[in-house]
């Protein structure tokens, strides 16, 4: 029952762990495929749509990890249509940022 990382890549992590082969995205990754989501909210993608129109290609194990943690954290829904970027931010937080200097 030994963990071992075999192999950091530009998209993902992998990771051995009893004989399968795990894939984690990167924080680069997560926040490629949230960008992408943001600008296409106007209506559901597909997976396979989502996958083929990302800038970087991603394996479909790593993008089922990033869309379930964005399901989770509440900025998608799964529809029978496929996927849909919900979130917005809460007016409160962009106003206490608009006044602020950024270093």
């Known amino acids: ?8 890549k530009d998209t993902e ?6 004989d399968q082969i795990k894939r984690y995205p990167n924080l680069n990754t997560v926040l490629m495929v949230e ?13 396979s749509e989502i996958r083929k ?4 290609q991603v394996m479909n194990q790593t993008l089922q990890v990033i869309l379930e943690y964005l399901w989770r954290s ?8 496929g ?3 919900i979130y ?3 007016q409160h937080l962009k106003k206490m940022f608009d006044d602020t200097l950024e270093i």
């Open 1 to 8: 029952m030994s963990t071992q990382i075999l192999q950091f």
């Open 13 to 18: 992590v992998l990771k051995k762990d009893d």
């Open 35 to 47: 960008d992408f989501l943001k600008e296409h909210r106007d209506m559901p993608m597909k997976i």
């Open 53 to 56: 129109n990302l800038p970087k």
């Open 74 to 81: 509440g900025k998608i829904i799964y529809g029978p249509k």
């Open 83 to 85: 996927v849909q970027w």
């Open 88 to 90: 917005s931010e809460p």
